[in-house]
Nanobody
Framework: VQLQASGGGLVQAGGSLRLSCAAS????????VAWFRQAPGKEREYVAR????????HYSVFTEGRFIISRDNAKNTVYLQISSLKPEDAGVYYC??????????????????????WGQGTQVTVSS
C-alpha cells in the first residue's frame, strides 16, 4: 500500500485546512491510520489516530479539539481537518498505517515504529 498525503499549503493563523491521505495499491479499510507531524529541527510528533471502521479516534493532547480525524473507506482515504491554525502547527504532516489486528494499547499510538507504512508528507505553513 502506498499513501499520498495532500492538502497542505500556506494558511493564515486562525484559518483551516483539510489534509487527505489517499491510499493506492491496496486497501486501508482494515488498518488503523494515524497522522504525525514534524517541524524543522524537531522530532516527529503524533497527532491523531483512527480505527479501521472509523468509530474509534484518539488525539494528542495538543490538538485541543482543533483537529478532527475521519476516514472514508469507500474512497480509501483518511482526512485530518485542522481549524484555528496556529504558527506552531506548521510542519510536514505524514499519515501512516498500522496493520496490527491485535489490540494496541493507547500509550503505543504515538510510537512511529508501530506503523507499517507511511506517506511522503504534506507541508503546512502558517503565517502569523
Amino acid at each position: 500500500v502506498q499513501l499520498q498525503a495532500s492538502g497542505g499549503g500556506l494558511v493564515q493563523a486562525g484559518g483551516s485546512l483539510r489534509l487527505s491521505c489517499a491510499a493506492s495499491g491496496g486497501t486501508i479499510s482494515n488498518d488503523a491510520v494515524a497522522w504525525f507531524r514534524q517541524a524543522p529541527g524537531k522530532e516527529r510528533e503524533y497527532v491523531a489516530r483512527i480505527g479501521w471502521r472509523g468509530r474509534k479516534t484518539h488525539y494528542s493532547v495538543f490538538t485541543e479539539g482543533r483537529f478532527i480525524i475521519s476516514r472514508d473507506n469507500a474512497k480509501n482515504t483518511v482526512y485530518l481537518q485542522i481549524s484555528s491554525l496556529k504558527p506552531e502547527d506548521a510542519g510536514v504532516y505524514y499519515c501512516a498505517g498500522d496493520t496490527t489486528q491485535a489490540y494496541t494499547q493507547i500509550d503505543a499510538y504515538a510510537r512511529p515504529d508501530l506503523y507499517d507504512y507511511w506517506g511522503q508528507g504534506t507541508q503546512v505553513t502558517v503565517s502569523s
